[in-house]
C-alpha cells in the first residue's frame, strides 16, 4: 500500500510517553476512520484510523489502513505501482480477495485471506500491489509497523505466516503476529507485537488475558462490538491504554462481527513519518525522497509489475509542526 494523500503531512510521532498511571480500569478511547482514497482514476477508498490526531502509534503500530468490502469486477480495485519504503514493516491481512505482490527482493507472493505478508523495508525496499483478476470482492487491511532506531535500517525481508483458527466461546481468533489465546506466532518482529482477528458469533462473549506492558487497538470491521465496555461500530478503532490485564469483548450485533487486534508496548522513539517513509528527522525523509526519484539502490527494482513506478509527491515547503500521542492521564 501507498500513503498517496495528495499533500501528505510530515508527521512527528511517538516519544516518551508519561508513567503515571491513574487508578482504576483503563477506559477505552473511540477513534474515528478518515475516509482516504488510495489514488488514481476512479481508485478505491480506505479507512484510515491510524496515524489520527488523537493518535499516531499503538505500540509500534503506526498505519492502519481498512478497505471494501468493495466489488472490484465494477472498478479498478488496487492497483498500486512500485513505490518504496523505509523503517518500517507493511502486514497485509485480507477477509476476501487476491492481491499480487512483487517487491525488489525479488518475491513473488499472493496475499489470500487468512494468510499473512509481513515485507521490512528497513533501508529501502520498493513493492507493487495489485488484484488480482479472480477477485471479485476485495476486503481487508494494511498496517504498518514502525521499526526502532537499532533496526530501522535492517535489511529487506518478507515473511509468511498462515495461523491456525483458535476456536474459544463462540469466537475464531487467528494469531498473524505476537501471542494470544494460546497460539504463538513464528514470525519475527523488532518489537513485541500482538496483530489478530478475532471474528465473534451473535451474542459471543469472551475475555482474553493480555500483556499488561502492551497497549491494545480493536479495530472493528463488521458488527457492533463492545470492547471492555464501550460499544464500537464498523471501522472505529477502540483504544486501551496500558494496564489492562484483560480485554473483553461482546458481540452485541445480530449478525457475526470480525475485530482485528493490534498491540505492542509504547514506542518510545520519536519518528518522522513522510508518504511512505519513517525517519528520524526532516533530513532522513529528504534523502530518502531523493533516492526514490533518482531510482537510486537503495530500493531496488520491482521486475513484472506493467507499468511506471510512482513518483514521490512534493516535500512540503512549510515549517513541520510536530506531532505527538496526547499525554496518559
Ligand atoms: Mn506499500
Given amino acids: 500500500m501507498s500513503n498517496v494523500e495528495t499533500e501528505p503531512a510530515e508527521l512527528r510521532c511517538g516519544g516518551p510517553v508519561d508513567d503515571g498511571q491513574s487508578a482504576g480500569t483503563p477506559g477505552v478511547e473511540v477513534l474515528a476512520a478518515r475516509d482516504v482514497p488510495l489514488g488514481g482514476p476512479r481508485a478505491m477508498r480506505v479507512r484510515r484510523t491510524l496515524p489520527q490526531r488523537a493518535r499516531t502509534l499503538i505500540g509500534a503500530w503506526c498505519f492502519a489502513d481498512h478497505y471494501g468490502p468493495v466489488d472490484v469486477t465494477a472498478t479498478h480495485g488496487m492497483d498500486v505501482a512500485p513505490h518504496p519504503h523505509t523503517g518500517l514493516q507493511t502486514v497485509s491481512w485480507l477477509f476476501s480477495g487476491e492481491v499480487e505482490h512483487r517487491d525488489s527482493l525479488g518475491t513473488h507472493a499472493l496475499v489470500r485471506p487468512g494468510e499473512m505478508n509481513l515485507m521490512t523495508g528497513g533501508y529501502g525496499i520498493s513493492h507493487s500491489e495489485v488484484s488480482t483478476p479472480d477477485t471479485t470482492v476485495l476486503h481487508g487491511v494494511q498496517l504498518w509497523v514502525a521499526l526502532p532506531g537499532e533496526h530501522r535500517s535492517a535489511e529487506r525481508d518478507f515473511q509468511h505466516h498462515i495461523p491456525e483458527p483458535v476456536r474459544i466461546d463462540g469466537a475464531g481468533i487467528r494469531v498473524f503476529l505476537g501471542s494470544l489465546a494460546g497460539d504463538v506466532s513464528p514470525v519475527r518482529t523488532f518489537t513485541p507485537l ?136
Fill in 194 to 329: 500482538l496483530g489478530a482477528e478475532i471474528t465473534l458469533e451473535p451474542g459471543a462473549a469472551i475475555s482474553l488475558a493480555v500483556d499488561t506492558d502492551f497497549e491494545h487497538g480493536l479495530l472493528v470491521d463488521s458488527g457492533d462490538v463492545r470492547l471492555s465496555g464501550t460499544v464500537l461500530r464498523p471501522a472505529e478503532l477502540g483504544y486501551v491504554p496500558p494496564g489492562a490485564g484483560t480485554l473483553t469483548l461482546v458481540n452485541e450485533s445480530e449478525g457475526p462481527a470480525r475485530t482485528i487486534l493490534l498491540g505492542g508496548p509504547p514506542f518510545e522513539e520519536e519518528i518522522v513519518m513522510w508518504w511512505n517513509f519513517i525517519g528520524r528527522s526532516h533530513e532522513d525523509i529528504v534523502r530518502a525522497r531523493e533516492a526514490w526519484e533518482a531510482a537510486s539502490d537503495r530500493f531496488g527494482d520491482v521486475t513484472g509489475y506493467p507499468g511506471a513506478r510512482l513518483h514521490a509527491p512534493a516535500l512540503p515547503n512549510a515549517v513541520i509542526r510536530p506531532r505527538r500521542n496526547p499525554p496518559r492521564g
